[in-house]
């Protein structure tokens, strides 16, 4: 070991090794060490990616090869939904999943497998990673000087000099306790418990493939999440042949939650589901995490100290997130040691930028979730919330770091006003979810759509809200078209809930209607504001502005006539309230087609597609599968511009789907 190197890292988790292998790719000649006080190399959890994590996986850590070849391919994310007594089948519970794989590929993790796979790479690249490490003390320079860590290894006292010091210790953080760097996050009150079974069934086993329900892919390799009231359950499939089950809550919703092993598989088989699904099958050890919400006061600091992984702050599982924020805690880590290196210097104004960066990101995360578990138990809400917490990932983080632009300083700064302006968006809807549930409680209606429901949540599908540019995500964004994306999928997802709030259902959405909304949503976002929350105070004024909007609509069309008083009463009956008003039959069927068509919204077909990677799975070994997936997208199926088809897709797909079952 030498006695001075370029990195030091505490800790060898996944965290420490992406960053000593991007580190080993990117800064080639620079000596890396780190220490952990572990053992080794243990089963956890955190096995599930989306696409940020496993575009750094695969294509900047280039692990396409040993992803390929010991791990499995995931078919999207998938959720099924219950009624109140936990009974439904999977045959019965309404399903909103992928039908065909994502044009960008995610994978799930066997984290054991895979950071052992790792860890031998690093090693051959001649990275130093030593386990069993004592007492370690990391030793912070002053006024430049280096960073010391002292430690004992191997019965030997030891003592590194190191320019950088990276703390990837987790949270119980070896340099973050001493500095206080990780404070809990008020806003989230989540825990979780897991086990892994061994023999568990698959999910194709209990559901048959048709026209209108139906996968290209086995869903039993997708990311499976039950929704209830508080809490929900995560099914992650491993290529070893275990499967992964969780229980993640708010445990001021759920206040029984199982304290071991025993109590969380019967917690688990008191849902009809997993009874079908888990029967023979033997559970495995057991892990639990209280409380485990942290928010970091620093990413990175001027005297080149970093934290990266669970030393960086967590925020919850369910979105899969955890190695994304690794991702994006890596590069800018690995991209300020590689400008100084080169000779660049530390450039201060960079490492604000990237520090601001990881900050919204970070807050991105927390928004999508906070408070927000009691709304799972619905179908209709998590439709909605799904499909713009996607859109939002997508079109303002997913974009800019496929494309290679979210570390390009010239482009952070209107990177970071259109996540300020997303946030404040999101910070609406979560309020509106809050209250049309509230609505469907009181109502007695909250799980009313949680049967026999089929829908598609593929990317790109023309479903209501939708996101359209998944192929475009190489080419560099357009931050105007982003922030024009974002408008439209805000007006679509404010009209789908005005849908269940007033009993309409008008998906997909009807482009009057998006119009009229379109042309006043910064107010209505105004007067929220205002108004403090979705009161009787916030309708009274909103529904005389939405009546004026569709006004001067129908008159820029040269309709002749009074819109009726938009309200509780008469939004879902607005069609044949107009029609009933207009005397020209020539006008009437200029109405009924302007109020039925679909939108014109953004359109990205000249972005030509490209960049996506598609590496050739060799994943023979995985019980899960029968042979390698083909990996149809809708886009393989459809064409490249299906959503401009004036058929259904989804009809056009279910008569396509001919895998048979399983």
Request: charged share 25%; aromatic share 10%; with cysteine.
């Amino acid at each position: 070991m030498e006695n001075e190197v370029d990195v030091v890292i505490l800790g060898s988790g996944l965290a420490s090794l992406c960053l000593a292998r991007l580190l080993s790719l990117e800064v080639p000649g620079a000596s890396v060490l780190s220490v952990d006080p572990a053992a080794g190399i243990a089963r956890k959890v955190g096995e599930s990616t989306v696409e940020i994590g496993a575009h750094f996986l695969t294509e900047r850590l280039r692990l396409a090869e040993l992803i390929t070849s010991t791990q499995l391919p995931k078919n999207g994310l998938r959720f099924w939904f219950d009624d109140e007594e936990h009974s439904l089948t999977w045959a019965e519970s309404s399903e909103d999943g992928p039908g065909a794989y994502s044009y960008w590929r995610s994978v799930q993790i066997e984290r054991e497998t895979f950071e052992r796979g790792l860890l031998e790479l690093n090693r051959a690249a001649g990275v130093e990673h030593l386990f069993g490490a004592r007492t370690i003390e990391p030793l912070l320079g002053e006024d430049g000087a280096l960073h010391r860590v002292r430690f004992e290894h191997e019965g030997r006292a030891r003592e590194v000099r190191a320019r950088w010091l990276v703390d990837a210790s987790g949270v119980r953080s070896l340099l973050g306790r001493a500095v206080e760097n990780l404070e809990p996050e008020e806003r989230i009150s989540h825990s979780a418990c897991w086990t892994w079974f061994r023999g568990a069934r698959r999910i194709d086993e209990f559901v048959e493939n048709s026209l209108t329900r139906f996968s290209f892919g086995p869903r039993c390799i997708s990311t499976n999440l039950l929704l209830n009231d508080g809490y929900w359950i995560w099914l992650i499939p491993l290529a070893s042949g275990l499967l992964s089950v969780g229980l993640g809550y708010d445990h001021t919703r759920l206040r029984n939650a199982p304290k071991n092993r025993d109590e969380l598989v019967a917690f688990l088989r008191s849902h009809r589901k997993l009874e079908q699904l888990l029967a023979g099958a033997t559970p495995l050890e057991f892990g639990v995490l209280k409380n485990f919400s942290y928010r970091p006061r620093r990413y990175l600091r001027a005297d080149r100290v970093a934290w990266i992984g669970l030393a960086a702050g967590f925020v919850d599982p369910f979105f899969a997130n955890g190695i994304d924020l690794i991702a994006l805690g890596c590069e800018s880590v690995a991209d300020l040691v590689r400008r100084e290196r080169a000779g660049e210097g530390l450039d201060l104004e960079r490492l604000a930028l990237y520090e601001r960066t990881l900050e919204l990101v970070y807050e991105h995360f927390v928004l999508s979730v906070a408070d927000l578990f009691h709304t799972f138990v619905s179908r209709e809400l998590s439709f909605v919330r799904y499909r713009r917490d996607v859109h939002v990932y997508w079109d303002v983080y997913a974009w800019a770091y496929l494309a290679g632009r979210m570390f390009d300083k010239d482009f952070l700064p209107g990177l970071h006003a259109l996540a300020v302006e997303s946030q404040r968006r999101t910070r609406f809807f979560t309020d509106l979810l809050r209250h049309a549930r509230d609505s469907l409680a009181a109502r007695g209606l909250l799980t009313r759509d949680n049967r026999g429901r089929h829908t598609f949540n593929q990317l790109g599908f023309r479903g209501t809200p939708y996101v359209r540019f998944e192929q475009q995500l190489s080419h560099p964004p357009d931050l105007a078209r982003c922030r024009r994306a974002l408008e439209e999928i805000d007006v679509g997802c404010f009209l789908a809930l005005c849908d269940v709030l007033f009993d309409a259902d008008r998906s997909p959405v009807r482009r009057l209607l998006f119009e009229t909304v379109d042309a006043v949503f910064e107010q209505l976002l105004d007067l929220h504001a205002r108004a403090g929350g979705f009161g009787d105070g916030f309708w009274r004024e909103a529904f005389p502005l939405l009546t004026a909007s569709l006004r001067d609509r129908l008159a820029s069309g040269g309709i002749a006539v009074e819109p009726p008083a938009l309200g509780p009463e008469t939004y879902p009956r607005l069609l044949p309230e107009l029609l009933a008003r207009i005397d020209d039959p020539a006008q009437q069927r200029e109405v009924r087609r302007w109020f039925n068509q679909a939108p014109r919204l953004t359109d990205f077909t000249d972005l030509p597609p490209e960049g996506a990677h598609n590496p050739p799975w060799s994943v023979e070994h995985t019980p899960w599968l029968d042979a390698p997936p083909e990996f149809r997208s809708v886009y393989d199926i459809l064409g490249t511009e299906w959503w401009n088809n004036p058929k259904t897709p989804f009809s056009a797909l279910g008569k396509l789907a001919r895998r048979p079952s399983a």
